[in-house]
């Protein structure tokens, strides 16, 4: 390729990418009315009376810009347009536009967090068409909470969650365990695991409590040491996410000790990390099996931004690891949105780097096929993705499995 | 209006824009000398002998480049040259020039902090001439302070300050509070209002010190809570500042739990924020009532990064939430340099989005008014601003108020 | 000079500018094969048979991009076409080469981390030719750790340190010393100067463990006194480095508090700040003996990034405050990348600037030679630097020293 194509060419090989969003989840089977829609649109709440809409934010900017089009609405198309159109197609088409139209090859669906009615994995591969592919990750703590609300003694409680969540990430299609530990306690844990002892001690404590949402932190420690003992990749809430974080508890550098101690174990996968991506960046610099993204925040900041912060996510990332998500859920403009703002992000700052013959043609390419479907392809072991470039290019080490679609 | 004069449409809208200033201060009123010119210039100390000037940085490189012109002389003039003509001029012609120069239509003035001698509110409104009208923000450590010095036993203090504070936001003109917890204590503390009994125990410490600087964390937790108790915005100092500061106490998300525990109550404005703009920028996202700008960030890193700044604060902030503040004290330079980089800025990136289909021109021109002028005017409830272009805009429910130089 | 040639000009004088390079290592000697060049590349390990390599991130990028012509490559030759001619010229050449083409005038040589076999600064210098110069920076934590070794009573180590130190720093050229406390505690300490019955206390626990690594805090703290009370300009490691960092707790406004105790004494530099640039801008804007510099970062965020990360650092750093340094290590094309990042990144930033009229062409020349060379100058008191533009630029007070290579 010569390098005046070169700029241009990886613009068209990211437009054209099947993409593997390594993270993301269902989206709702009915109808939405205008507040339905605008409490999805927001990490926030809708605000009733407040005079703002999360229409005047710039992911509602970005909403109308990128996902008119796709409803057949000129860029740009006001609000209640929008909601009308939207309407008027009904939700089955609505879902089947966007899903179709992001381009996505394979879903990783984090299923411990639903819309409700929604789609299942399947229905959502189903959805895009194409011959797309749906696997499943398995919330960790969503495992938890079911073993305690089954009923369960303190003192089995430990063996109880580990037996649980093997029989879990053995249903077809589990490709994937995730934690959402930053929005239960944050990662200013002690990260030794805790002693059979200490997780009797706290079990009997959470289980007393009428609440049952798995927020002590030791269990919270051994969960995460339960996730290295399962050997499936381990995906990690940071940063970014709605009112219930606490963002500087959420700073993925505070699990060094914990990635330390875990050395040589499951591939971790950082999700999210905005505004500490370059924090995220540095664990991927000098851990061999740390992983990123930056989803949730692509269509959140929207195509205006996403460039800017792929940008620092990638000053020093490794450019085997940098992954794409989108984390949608609820809408499937989230699943369109993430995927044009991360390949018209990555495809900009490629090129700028290529005009500026930083970055050879060839190069860009091939970083810009890693970030969005190869590094993937290699951390989950999806080795029936036949259509790679480089068949040879090898897969890290992991029991395989199929998508939960052939099932 | 078509997108080809759009995008010039918002950088002529915002340079004509008369702007709220929701947070300044007073400027001098005598003539200034280099030494004093140069305190003033710099968050830091001038440091005698070191042979660095504050000239020597970006906001000094500012000063000569876009303030020179405001007194007749050339741009990027020698800091010599700078003095010469200030002094020539005269405090008051030069603070009539740069207040007449800024454009801004409201000034919301800090009274608990101000130059000596220096102008009052309504000095600096009649100082821009044009109709300008100032408000004014009550700064709660010194009323608490003024409490303490006036004498009162620990057992009283708690009503003493909270009837001062009533006392004190009941003058006309004033519309907010402010506090300095970051400079006192930092954001770290202990979320929970803090019991009658607590308030006196640490009255009697703080009152038994012979500093009459109010620095107890129980003392300033009750200051928070007094201020919402009030029902007027509260401005609160985040982010960057003089060196007095630790900056990673100030760091706004340290503000999650008490936001939690107040939310439903008054307006929450963050003012500064830098470099933590991005973490205001979520707590604008997700709470109802958090509001920012990146005011004295504004003249510090000049026009020529005010953009970037801007650009990461709005990443996800919602465009009602965004508000524009100079911080400018002691020197009208400021309140001036402020306006300029918070109009060049914001039109430039608004300008670049407009340019790459990101953002419509019409919604480009609303985002400028609303940051400008119109979001200020909701929050603190400015219905004397007849100009608007929509009048039918709410305000939020606040006790109404007058400019102070109606009196 | 006009402003047409000025923006060009700041470029261009950037280009040819002698650098001081302020913090840096030696090189290997030996020739390297693969494994042990591409562990020199990373500041993580190698991963063999993880299918990821070190050239494949910015700074191997970066690498194939800049380096390669300097060994008769085309630019982005592929990795084993490098290390195959690198290999074929042989260490020496490879070392002479780079450290030639880097145009660094004096490297400040910190001798307490160097690979092995590798330079002294006296053969650096050497290999770099031109007239280059070496000094030497004392790392104390070394220093503490061999009056350890050579055995020492626990109230005896305070003294027998103090001296060690004193001794290390009336060497010939030393000019600098050095503390990596940020490895070891981190910066959270209390900053207060520990009782000489502290440092017994601590001295007998830390001696009578096996381990020799300097980690006690209340020994770090004293290391850090000690360092005020010697006189010499101190290097500080912040921000970015090996595994073995907790990059939060390397963030440089922890060292707030200690920075206020230790007012009026010693310069303090802070080394590399990624990604906490703004955090030491802070800190060099408000405290007269603060510098910073963004080594390390430079070239493993490569030309590519190099502009962003020092705008950002630039934003409200006095023009006096910022040096250059490459921290290269063991590899010469590090030397010469960091360099190469440094000039085109500051020259693209200041161009710019120009270009919109932000800045005088007379002004970004000033800040270019200020960065470059002259800041650096008057904190460790070149004064044998005789080819200055500006001979009358005061150095500050310091004792004075020659360069190793004269001695």
């Known amino acids: 390729m010569s390098a005046s194509t070169g700029a241009g060419g990886v613009q068209e090989a990211l437009a054209a990418l099947p993409l593997v969003d390594h993270h993301c989840h269902g989206v709702v089977t009915a109808d939405l009315d205008r507040t339905g829609f605008e409490s999805l649109l927001t990490e926030g709440e809708v605000w009733p009376g407040s005079g703002i809409s999360p229409f005047d934010s710039p992911v509602g900017v970005a909403v109308r810009r990128h996902c008119s089009p796709v409803l057949d609405l000129p860029r740009h198309a006001p609000a209640e347009a929008y909601l009308d159109r939207r309407a008027e197609l009904g939700a089955a088409e609505v879902n089947r536009r966007f899903l179709g139209a992001c381009g996505t090859a394979v879903f990783c669906v984090d299923t411990g967090f639903a819309p409700e009615p929604g789609t299942t994995p399947r229905e959502l591969a189903g959805a895009a068409g194409g011959g797309a592919v749906a696997y499943e990750v398995v919330r960790l ?64 404590g959470w289980l007393a409590r009428a609440d049952d949402r798995l927020d002590d932190p030791v269990l919270v420690r051994h969960l995460l040491w339960t996730a290295v003992d399962l050997g499936l990749p381990l995906q990690l809430h940071t940063g970014f996410g709605d009112g219930d974080i606490r963002l500087h508890r959420a700073d993925p550098v505070l699990l060094t000790d914990w990635l330390h101690l875990t050395a040589g174990t499951v591939p971790v996968l950082l999700l999210h990390c905005w505004p500490y991506q370059r924090q995220a960046a540095y664990l991927a610099a000098v851990f061999e099996r740390v992983y990123l993204d930056v989803g949730l925040t692509l269509h ?15 000053e020093i990332t490794p450019f085997r690891k940098l992954l794409y998500s989108s984390d949608a859920y609820g809408v499937a403009e989230f699943h369109h949105l993430g995927a044009v703002a991360f390949r018209q992000g990555l495809a900009g700052l490629l090129r700028e780097r290529v005009d500026a013959d930083e970055l050879s043609p060839a190069d860009a390419l091939r970083i810009a096929h890693w970030a969005g479907r190869d590094n ?12 790679l470039d480089d068949p040879a290019d090898p897969t890290i080490s992991l029991p395989p499995t199929s998508p939960v679609e052939h099932h």
């Open 141 to 204: 703590e969503r495992v938890a909470e079911a073993v305690a609300a089954g009923g369960v003694e303190p003192g089995e409680y430990g063996a109880a969650f580990r037996a649980a969540a093997q029989d879990a990430v053995r249903r077809p299609g589990v490709v994937a365990v995730k934690s959402v530990a930053a929005y239960r306690t944050g990662f200013d844990l002690d990260p030794a695991r805790p002693s059979p002892e200490e997780v009797t001690r706290a079990a009997a």
């Open 300 to 314: 959140h900041v929207g195509p205006a931004r996403a460039r800017a912060v792929l940008a620092e996510a990638l």
């Open 376 to 387: 993937a392809r290699r951390v989950y072991g999806f080795t029936d993705l036949s259509d």
